[in-house]
């Protein structure tokens, strides 16, 4: 507060130097929006240095420390953002900071700012750190890390598996001029390289033609499995030269390019591209018919986020699809991969690591992902920025890259083996009611059980006053749910592996034994509910299906079953007229049935009227309508 009452009274004398800082912070701005980050931030310090600051000055200082992965410098940045300016901080500033105090492994502070940032964007903290923290360890020491051979005091990354080899991207050809290199970080720009899985020097890494590489950047990339189609990421660039957004900078696209006479030829832009976002680090689901990439394109959640697309028969494109906020972020999400057992790895400074990007991976089942999201854990994840994650699952053997201090070069690709799978939890909640087969009636106290695939109990319960029971399974696995209870057969049903989707399991347990004989009505027996007819009708309404499909069931179970059906009427209405209303009625019924296919033979009917009321309700005596009901009945009677 003093500080700024003390500028404010000299605001008169320092005006001509104030509009220095305002056009030196300008000239910042413009190269920041352009990603020229390393220039940017040239011009952010000789600001600060000078002693001026805002909370806009701070914000993009930091990123540009923070997206250059110069994580000690902009944890000092944020640092100063959020003492100074802490009131209207918007939580993916707490978050970066976080991340930057990680990788500086002052994991103390970095927690409580952690904590602070789950409670802006959830408005509780559900899970704390050391839980997600417990997660990582639980997922680490899984792979052993080897060495590449094939690094360079340069950056290599990128790293996609090509024929029996790899293609991976380097700025290692100095042989650009000054004009040439990208303001980003100040470095050559990138090139896409070739080495074969049999190359033993560096000089068997080999630079791709001219037809691929350009001179802007080139990287990720992601081919065929018969190596005769390429797609891989570019800038912006038409007919040799490149373009320009409206805001002065330049995209990032994905072109694809095909295989002809042992050279990459007719090179395209894909349609989805655009020349005011980036569409970037292309990767083929397992049938080739999806291509995964990342993007900032509109409808994106954060800084970037990971996208799906449909390949067509034709080589066209459907339109592409957000992978939603269980897989992207407020931050960034970047170069997916995907293996022969449907898992996607990608990198992620937005979802809970150990400091910069990790990678994460998530377990694709009938199109959709698994949750939580799982980070892979150290070795691979570091304080440091993780990423290009690759994962060949017939060897267990992969590669990734990572900026790392025990690096040759600004990034480095590290192989490894993977010495224990990672492991999915899924849990799957399965509900339902368990009846009888025939009546229909809920069965209270049965059994239901989930029982695995070496025929052992994992759990049960008992179903409730309404018949219905819960139970949750491992989805990971195949289960048998299984219903019983006394005087019925079991049933069960498999469960196969599954994406985790709720479930709603209905059981109908037959009885073990049926105690019926001569003359006994089938209807009470099966506790039918009443079988109704519209007034002066006689055909079969829909909720009398229901009820006489239960007498069907129970012919079908005994076939030696024969029965006779019996309909009745009430007293109301000429005695005459209900006689032959109720003979109708008796023969609608088993013309039904007969069409459902009982044999006419162990079927008869007949109408008695109002022969045989089973209440008061006679002719002259007042009655209410559910009284007349009980005599407008059907009866199931058993012959044989």
Known sequence: MTKRIFLLAFVFIVTGKLCAQERLIDKANSKYEEYSFSPAIDIYKRVLDKGYTSADLLQKLGNSYYFNADYKEAAAIYKSLVDEYSEGLVPEYYFRYAQTLKSLEEYELSDTLMAKFIEMTSGSVEKTVADYMEDIEKNSGRYDI????????????????????????????????AKYRHTWNSKDFLDLYKINADSISQSNVIKLNSDINSRLHESTSAATKDGETVYFTRNNIIEGKYVKDGEGFIRLKIFRAVMENGAWAYVEDLPFNSDSYSVAHPTLSLDEKTL??????????????????????????????????????????TFPFVTSEEILYFSSDGHFGLGGLDVFATKILRNKFTEPILNVGRPVNSKEDDFTFIFNEENRRGYFASNREEGMGEDDIYGFLETKPLVFECLQQVTGTVRDKISNQVLIGATVMIIDENNEEVSSTLTDSKGDYFLTLDCNKGNFVRASTDGYVPSEEYLNQSDGKNRIMDFYLERETVTAGFGDDLAKLLQLSTIYFDLNKFDIRFDAEIEIQKVIAAMDKFPSLKIKVNSHTDSRGNAAYNLWLSQKRAQSTIDYMISKGISPNRLDREGYGETKLINECADGISCTNAKHQLNRRSEFIILE
Do not use: C, H, W
């Open 292 to 333: 995964f990439f990342a993007s900032d394109m509109p409808g994106t959640i954060g800084a970037s986020d990971i996208f799906k697309v449909a390949i067509n028969k034709d080589g066209t494109f459907g339109a592409p699809e957000n992978l939603g906020n269980s897989i992207n972020t407020a931050s960034r999400e």
């Open 146 to 177: 080897e060495s590449f051979q094939y690094n360079s005091v340069y950056s290599e990354f990128a790293p996609s598996f090509y024929k029996e080899g790899l293609i991976f991207s380097s700025d290692r050809d100095t042989g650009n001029l």
